[in-house]
């Protein structure tokens, strides 16, 4: 146990855990934000997003400050939100802005819609659901392959009804390649090295990994079991807090953004990327080349992803049903887990 953990920490149910909300949560896509607003939950907390003309974004409760329904019904009007209802309208800093039927001896009531810190970083729109004054000193999750030239990406989204626990224990726990034999992904893990303080916890495996890229029709072993050969490769996984990274060699790299919504429900994005980096001759070609490259080949993985995917949003669904029923703690051999346990009790406990 590293020195500074409190030893009440790792009593409390991690299933019941809540969320630090002094960190930088990917709500939705950039892409899923466009004209209109745009409603998400962030642990139990309605959002609306929307875009003013100059395309900048914002983030305001999702309650119209009239009857109190979902600011995120209506529409983006001059630079305001039209509440699909009575039509007041809410501005970015979230005043009244406008009362359609407001008479002249009438004031506008005195109310202000919670406004949340938002930016849009890598393809996502991330928003700080805590203390406003902290938003400036952190920083979201860095994803420099999102831009970069070298890396193809694929995006899967993970809606799933079990509290987020499941899913980062799920995501740590490199023994579950067991599930997914049928999409070969990774195979004999063994883990080698565990670190863990108060911000993250990183486990690193000794495993085979099925693919090499390192020439260019190498992504074809994505499509094409046949060509995959197994060999060692070092698989790393990490949960800097709130979020997973992974790396299994040097030819993919994986975050899965979480987004909990509820104690029983999470969303999460699940990010790929395939490296080019092994193809020099490709490097030496025009950026505008490159980009039509990278472009073209999004969603490469996508099939791979999905499926994987899929099979683990059961298992974490049925260990929700289960504990719901009978919360009996699971009998864990594997020691990230319960370091992943403890940071997320640490986490909630600041
Ligand atoms: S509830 Fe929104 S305008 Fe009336
Ligand atoms: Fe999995």
């Known amino acids: 146990m590293p020195p500074d953990v409190d030893p009440a920490v790792g009593r409390g149910d991690v299933r019941q ?20 607003p745009h409603g998400v ?6 959002i609306v997003l929307f875009r003013t003309h100059d395309q900048t974004l914002h983030a305001l409760a999702d309650r119209c400050p009239h009857r109190f329904v979902k600011l995120s019904r209506g529409a983006v009007v001059d630079d305001t939100l039209e509440c699909a209802y009575h039509g007041w309208r809410v501005d970015a800093t979230g005043q009244i802005a406008d009362i359609p039927y407001l008479e002249s001896q009438q004031k506008v009531p005195n109310c202000q819609v919670r406004s949340f810190p938002v930016r849009e970083q890598d393809g996502f729109i991330w928003v700080f659901p805590g203390d406003a004054t902290l938003a400036a000193s952190r920083e979201p999750l860095a994803i420099p392959e999102w831009q970069h030239l070298n890396y193809i990406a694929t ?3 993970i809606d799933c009804e079990a509290h987020f626990s499941f899913l980062i224990e799920n995501l740590m726990d490199m023994y579950h390649g067991h599930l997914h034999q049928d999409y070969q992904a990774w195979a004999d893990p063994k883990l080698e090295v565990l670190e863990a303080d108060g911000d993250r916890v990183e486990a690193r495996y000794q495993a085979q990994s099925y693919y090499r890229i390192d020439k260019i029709w ?3 072993q ?9 060999h060692p490769e070092r698989l790393t996984v990490s949960y800097p807090y709130p979020n997973w990274t992974s790396t299994l060699g040097d030819d993919f790299k994986i975050y899965c953004l979480f987004s909990p919504t509820h104690a029983t429900r999470t969303r999460a994005y699940l990010i790929h990327f395939t490296s080019l980096n092994a193809f020099h001759r490709l490097h030496k070609l025009p950026d505008g080349f490159r980009r039509f490259v ?7 993985a996508q099939k791979l992803l999905d499926g994987l995917v899929e099979q683990d949003v059961a298992m974490l669904e049925d260990e929700q049903v289960a504990y719901l029923k009978q919360p009996t703690p699971p009998r864990e051999l594997n020691r990230a887990l319960i370091s992943v346990q403890r940071l997320i009790q640490q986490q909630v406990a600041q």
């Open 155 to 157: 995006v899967s989204v």
């Open 218 to 220: 190498s992504i074809s």
């Open 17 to 36: 855990a809540g969320i630090n909300p002094n960190h930088w949560y990917a709500v939705a896509r950039s892409s899923e934000v466009t004209g209109q």
């Open 222 to 230: 994505l499509f094409f079991p046949s060509l995959r050969r197994l």
């Open 294 to 300: 990278k472009d073209s080949l999004f969603g490469s």
């Open 41 to 46: 939950t962030l642990w139990n907390e309605p």
